[in-house]
């Protein structure tokens, strides 16, 4: 019986070199991932279909200033878990906040757009962070910055589309989600999916039971 040869590598894939000129649609989808779970999975494969985008980039921040420390799995950890749920072909896992040395989105957004002057950025986030993004730091720069889509999560959907941020920003919402590509910022869409019931706070609080 003739041997086994050695085992695939996994294939990794990895954000491009900066300063990369390459046209791209790229979905952004930041975060602590902590840990990362099928719900980020969910949102990126819908993100993915429904925008036309060419990948989808999760943003695992350094620290959330918004975020308790305690109960904070290490950086490492957490690219190493996000890594092993995010199996697929286009979604790239990075630290590039790290790299580029921010935690805040509005900082984060000018340098990508500084060293990737050829690729169409996408914030993506769920209902629940468009409910209270009116608390992050210079919120109104990141509509302002790049186009947004929000997607349904149970129960925040409501509550979210009568927030401070849906409605600061109303008359530059479309309801088509792939017409955000036809406009510039700031414009945003909703996108209804089906819902996934994975929460990253459920998860930990099961680790610890």
């Given at each position: 019986?003739?041997?086994?040869g050695?085992?695939?590598v996994?294939f990794?894939?990895?954000t ?12 952004l989808l930041g975060g ?5 779970h099928?719900?980020h999975?969910?949102i990126?494969l819908e993100?993915?279909?429904?925008l036309?985008l060419?990948?989808v980039?999760?943003?695992?921040s ?12 290490s ?7 996000a890594?092993?749920?995010?199996v697929?072909?286009?979604i790239v896992?990075t630290?590039?906040?790290?790299q580029l040395?921010?935690n ?19 914030w993506?986030?769920?209902?629940d962070?468009l ?7 210079h ?15 149970s ?8 927030g401070?941020?849906?409605q ?11 017409a ?18 994975a929460?990253?706070?459920?998860l ?6």
């Open positions: 019986m003739a041997k086994s050695p085992k695939p996994a990794t894939p990895a491009p070199t900066f300063g990369d000129r390459c046209k791209r649609r790229i979905g602590s991932f902590n840990p990362a099928e719900g999975l969910h990126s993100a993915l279909k429904t036309q060419h990948q980039w999760w943003l695992v350094p620290q959330n200033p918004l975020k308790s420390k305690n109960g904070m799995a950086l490492a950890a957490r690219l190493k878990k890594r092993a749920v995010a697929h072909r286009r896992v630290d590039l906040e790290k040395g921010v805040r989105t509005a900082l984060t957004l000018d340098r990508l757009k500084q060293r990737y002057p050829g690729t169409e950025f996408v993506l986030m769920g209902a962070n409910a209270q993004i009116d608390q992050w730091w919120w109104t720069r990141i509509f302002d910055a790049t186009r947004v889509a929000i997607f349904d999560r129960p925040y959907s409501y509550k979210s589309l009568a401070t941020a849906a600061r920003f109303a008359q530059v919402r479309t309801r088509r989600p792939s955000i590509w036809f406009r510039l910022p700031p414009v945003w869409t909703y996108v209804a999916i089906r819902r996934h019931p929460s990253a706070t459920e930990r609080a099961k680790a610890r039971s």
